[in-house]
């Protein structure tokens, strides 16, 4: 019997903008862990709501932090209408290659993926573009790559330090809410929200 939705793994995200660098971390232990919550990011991915903050999620698996994957590591974007679908394989070599993830559907077009990687490419290593056209983006990392690259540290604010406003300032009439539009974010982990907003 399932239990209620806020029981569902991953069940805080409510759009892609929510992934927290915990998240990623906790994951990443397994090919299970990181199937479900790129399953759950392509659940609720919307067009500009941050989707393309779900290439962090590979560009981790690219480094230290992910020990379950043998050889070169390959992220395929391919557009299939208004969605990316979104494709990870080793190289093993001789031409052989092995999926290591069910491909992962994101309601966005490929254009917000790659105006987001253009924008902050730092946010994706150690992931490098090896492809790029209006209907495909690749990227990959090599085994060596991988093996010797730890991922960013994760920088928390503390609670503490954090100012709240006691009353939510006046927006001008006629504005957009500032998460309509998606860029006033106050990121929470460095190397997580910066620059995702797209």
């Known amino acids: 019997m399932r239990g209620p939705p806020d029981?569902?793994?991953h069940a805080h995200i409510a759009r892609c903008l929510d992934l927290q660098e915990s998240d990623i971390s906790e994951a990443l232990a397994t090919p299970e862990t990181t199937r479900s919550l790129l399953a759950r990011l392509a659940a609720v991915s919307a067009p500009n709501t941050g989707?393309?903050?779900?290439l962090i999620v590979f560009a981790r698996m690219a480094t230290t932090a992910c020990s379950w994957i043998d050889g070169d590591l390959t992220i395929d974007l391919s557009a299939d209408g208004?969605?990316?679908v979104i494709e990870a394989a080793t190289e093993l070599g001789a031409g052989l290659r092995e999926r290591v993830l069910p491909p992962a559907r994101f309601r966005a077009p490929l254009d917000e993926f790659a105006r987001a990687i253009d924008r902050v490419p730092h946010m994706i290593a150690p992931l490098v573009v090896r492809h790029r056209s209006p209907t495909r983006v690749a990227l990959s990392a090599s085994d060596q790559v991988r093996r010797t690259t730890a991922p960013p540290p994760p920088i928390e604010i503390a609670r503490d330090s954090l100012f709240e406003p006691a009353i939510s300032p006046q927006r001008r009439p006629g504005a957009e809410p500032p998460d309509a539009?998606?860029?006033s974010l106050l990121p929470s982990s460095a190397g997580v929200d910066a620059g995702w907003d797209d």
């Open 7 to 9: 029981h569902l793994p």
């Open 51 to 54: 989707a393309a903050k779900a």
């Open 82 to 84: 208004a969605t990316t």
């Open 181 to 183: 539009a998606g860029d």
